[in-house]
């Protein structure tokens, strides 16, 4: 156990954005005294992995994300069960929730998101849950064993993560979504009929347009009356409409917030000494050029180590942030990044090139910009080297001279021009030999 | 830390360190058994570029700053400081492929058996890197940078 007093650094969060800090961090700064304080009383779990736990695919003690004495060798004092409930940034301290005081010299805000609940009367009930942490896991998981059938409201990739798992256990599903097809506006329509015709493949029943009118049980839920009037028992309700980030601590302290909590490339607030990074933040995207909240594991990771770099002191500037999901429905895979969809307001100089092959199930298409560079693109069914579009995209390559190229399945670096190839692998291979 | 490098203008294209890489990970690490009587057929980890005459092979680059790590939604990637090496654990890797999304070089690779990743291990506890040893023309050498 750790005595309070002052760290050189002290995190708020134990998930992703924190181990990427502390990761960060130490392989820099090996002596300085590091705490973070971590409301959840438990070892760091990774939360992304929640469906493939409650899908029977893991056991519990894979949901660690880390060795159980990752904090010991990182020689890190851990404030676990306890929550920080206010930033004086003032004097530098920070307060819990059981009075004490940490004082620090450089603060991360790693809090994270929480899950949001549509303003519905009765989902406050026994057997509802988000699907987010810890006691939203064991609290399904107990529900499990006597739930014939489920009702998933949000069509969302974490709803849908949900509804995979639940119908992995033998419950029958519905899913309730709001919007006209599913995954809307992570994926374009093309993507969403064919994850819809995966699910009801499988079984899943998909209501589109729809959403709860009314909640119906007294402590339990025992059916939901759906906007339609339609009427559906269940023993199980899953929220999952989405995640807002957790910025409270923010209040008062002249901590600038856009949604999330406002940083700059090096992930630093408005508020000098203070970063933030992960769910919480609103970080710089580098295809759209402005900040914003993009809650995903890799942009909570990298967010946090680049942090951590520069409250060691080491400058380094967070710019491989963009949307990136890989995902995974049934049998179908599909990667994305940067913009798919292209919306009204996007419209402007940006050209789509796409392929949706014979056999339906294989589909690919790009997003370039006026100068030819990828702005986003998404893949469905083969997705094998998708990284080497991520890898042209951050660089900025014009790509209109081997455009079409981009369609075939086994896309690699031999498909690129020659000298664009090996200006890219200039580290990797040995040229001039013969 | 040293890289494996190619040398397109010797690559005949055989593929051979393709043969190798897969025997190099199978359970008999003998070519003949590990191809006709191993249940689970041995797989590459690397793979030959290929537009003839053009060809050369790319494996994992061992990345000083991995990008497949910073992915990694459930801790089976990690690089080791003390060897450089970029290491996986298939026992806690769930397939959600976030790595095959973020890999620069296209060098993780799915496994067709089940929901799980293969890459590069730099030979992890054998004596020799067998993709470099068994290239016939030295195409493939080592390099420490
Ligand atoms: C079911 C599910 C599946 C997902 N799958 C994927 C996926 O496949 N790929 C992907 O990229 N992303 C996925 N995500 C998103 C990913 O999990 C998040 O982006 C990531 O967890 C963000 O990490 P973070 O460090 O910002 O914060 P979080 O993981 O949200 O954790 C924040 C932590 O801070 C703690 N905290 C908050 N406030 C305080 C306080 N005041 N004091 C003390 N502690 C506090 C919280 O208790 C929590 O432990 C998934 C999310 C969910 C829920
Ligand atoms: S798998 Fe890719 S990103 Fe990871 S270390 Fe190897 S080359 Fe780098
Ligand atoms: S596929 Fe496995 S190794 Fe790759 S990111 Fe997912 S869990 Fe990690």
Known sequence: MCNMGDFDYLIIGNSA?????????RSVDKNSTVALVAEEDCHIYSRALIPYYLGGQITRDKMYYRPLDFYDRAR?????????VKIDSAVRVVE????????????????????????????DKQNVFSFH???????????LAGARSAVVLGGGVIGLMAAEALHKRGIKVHVLELAERLLAPVVDETTSHLVEGALQKAG?????????????????????????????????LIVGVGVAPRVELAEGTGIEVNRGILVDKKMQTSVPGIFACG???????????????MPLWPNAYLGGRIAGFNMAGIERAFIQGTTMNAMHFFDVNIVNAGINVIGA????????????????????????????????FILVGQIARAGIFLNLMRRK??????????????????????????KLLQDDVILGVV | MGRIKAKPEVCMGCHLCEVWCAVAHSKSKHIIKAFLYEDDKPLPRLVVEEKLPLTFALQCRHCAEPDCVTACISGALWKDPESGRVVHDPNQCVGCYSCVLTCPYGNVFINPRKREIIKCDLCAGLDTLYCVSHCPNEALVYEDC
């Open chain 1, 17 to 25: 954005g924190t181990v990427g800090c502390i990761e960060g961090l």
């Open chain 1, 204 to 236: 899943l029943a998909l209501y589109l347009n729809n959403t709860i009118d009314q909640v119906n049980g007294t402590e339990r839920v025992e059916s939901v009356t759906l906007k339609d009037g339609r009427n559906i028992p269940c023993d199980l």
């Open chain 1, 345 to 376: 307001n996007q419209g402007n100089g940006l050209e789509v090139i796409q392929k949706h092959d014979s056999d339906g199930q294989t589909y690919r298409k790009f997003v370039l910009s006026e100068n030819g560079q990828i702005k986003g």
């Open chain 1, 76 to 84: 890190v004092c851990v404030f676990q069960g306890h929550r920080a």
């Open chain 1, 397 to 422: 390559i014009d790509v209109r001279a081997f455009q079409l190229e981009l369609f075939k399945n086994d896309f690699g670096y031999a498909d690129l021009p020659e000298t664009l190839r090996w």
């Open chain 1, 133 to 143: 942490s810890m006691p939203d896991l064991m609290g399904i998981e107990k529900e």
């Open chain 1, 96 to 123: 819990l929730d059981n009075g004490s005081r940490l004082g620090y010299g450089k603060l991360l805000i790693a809090t994270g998101g929480k899950p949001v609940f549509p303003p519905i009367p009765g989902l």
């Open chain 1, 279 to 293: 769910d919480c933040a609103s970080i710089y995207n580098f295809v759209t050029g402005v900040e914003q909240n």
